[in-house]
């Protein structure tokens, strides 16, 4: 999936998924505003029907809708105005991305920048979005014969000021390797013990260290740590059928002035 940060016209996302923010109270976010008054107050309508409270992770798709021209409209709670947390917008763009995930969706356009969450920059937002839409998407089915596609293939996220361009697309660079590292993280968690084994987890940190020049990668074996005295570690590795291994990875691409992490043995 491609994600990518630009500011958007939602008129020229009609063919996209658009993701827009709605309220408890009935407040919309300025996207979903504007697109409200296309449709002649197709959302508001929603609201005074009761198929839609706006609650914080609730989420209505609309396809099709009359008199705007979006193929596909993803409405989002976002609880009340002003109140939001950190921790509910995570989860607000969590359900959203899980959301996504159940249709055939390839691309979609996410405004949800346009949320108000007290106390947080802009920059803020499109990390969490980034880090959010992963993590909802995530499905591990290495071992399954039948795996669930992946449809969506694009993923925009709109910039609500031009003025924080750079400071965003610093966000997004770590939100994608917050995100990357999550994946990782998970997938190695999910493996089978006797798969995931002490050798297989040392060539997985020696491939990073071989992706990452920033990385420095040491294995220690068995002979190495008992030279070492370490007696506590060597003693839970004697029940097992593979040797223990004590695996450090060195970050060293910080600023030249601060001294890198190193191990103590």
């Known amino acids: 999936m491609n994600l990518s940060l630009k500011a958007t016209s939602p008129q020229k996302q009609q063919k996209t998924c658009i993701m827009l923010g709605v309220y408890e109270d009935g407040l919309l976010t300025p996207t979903a ?28 798709p609309l396809f099709h809708v009359a008199n705007t021209g979006f193929e596909h409209i993803l409405l989002i709670g976002c609880g009340k105005h002003s109140s939001l947390s950190p921790t509910g917008f995570r989860k607000i763009m969590v359900g959203a991305a899980k959301a996504l995930s159940t249709t055939k969706t390839q691309a979609a356009t996410c405004y949800l920048t346009e949320v108000d969450v007290p106390n947080q920059p802009l920059s803020w937002k499109v990390r969490q979005i980034v880090e959010a839409c992963v993590d909802g998407l995530y499905c591990f089915d290495l071992f399954k014969t039948e795996k669930k596609p992946v449809h969506l293939k694009d993923f925009i996220i709109h910039l609500a000021d031009n003025k924080q361009q750079k400071a965003c697309d610093e966000a997004l660079a770590q939100g994608l390797a917050i995100a990357s590292g999550s994946s990782l993280t998970k997938n190695l968690a999910n493996l089978p013990s006797n798969i995931c084994t002490p050798t297989f987890m040392a060539e997985q940190a020696k491939d990073l260290g071989k992706t990452y020049s920033s990385l420095k990668v040491t294995v220690l074996e068995e002979k190495e ?21 004590l695996i450090c990875l060195e970050y060293n691409g910080g600023p030249k002035k601060r001294s890198a992490c190193r191990p103590r043995w």
């Open 225 to 245: 740590m008992q030279k070492l005295g370490m007696g506590a570690l060597l003693a839970v590795s004697q029940g097992s059928a593979e040797d223990a291994k």
């Open 33 to 60: 505003k504007e697109i409200d008054k296309q449709g002649h107050g197709f959302i508001r309508k929603l609201f005074h029907q009761g198929i839609i409270q706006g609650t914080t992770g609730e989420t209505l």
